[in-house]
């Protein structure tokens, strides 16, 4: 089975990043790794934080358990933090939707993080 290993992703403000993804979607911090802040998401998939300039994607699409998707989402209304229910729709305030991932239908929520790429969480629960 082929899995994601780590992503670069290039951030305007790499403190700002690390935080958003450490208190609003609940990873773990791992410190430096040369001139990258390593986010830890899974055992096998990490997110190394970069200035800009580095390469990176510019969507970001996590599945959780439903358990998880309903509390990142709930930080993510806490905190007051646009959301949509489709990757063109951030800022609308609807959601979650229901769209199409890599396992099939499932419940989608969209939004951006402080650098504006966007994120999607998902779950087929």
Do not use: C
Request: charged letters at 20%; glycine letters at 12%; proline letters at 5%.
């Amino acid at each position: 089975m082929t899995e994601l290993d780590h992503l670069i992703l290039p951030v305007k403000d790499v403190q700002a990043s690390a935080k958003f993804y450490a208190e609003i979607l609940g990873f773990a911090l791992e410190g430096s790794d040369g001139p990258f802040t390593v986010v830890r998401v899974t055992p096998a998939l990490t997110i190394q934080l970069a200035p800009w300039g580095t390469q990176g994607g510019d969507h970001l699409a996590f599945a959780m358990s439903n358990a998880e998707f309903e509390a990142v989402f709930d930080r993510v209304k806490a905190v007051g933090i646009e959301f949509g229910d489709a990757f063109d729709a951030v800022g609308s305030m609807k959601g979650p939707g229901r769209e199409m991932g890599a396992k099939g239908m499932g419940k989608a929520l969209y939004f951006f993080d402080p650098s504006r790429h966007l994120i999607e969480i998902r779950t087929y629960e």
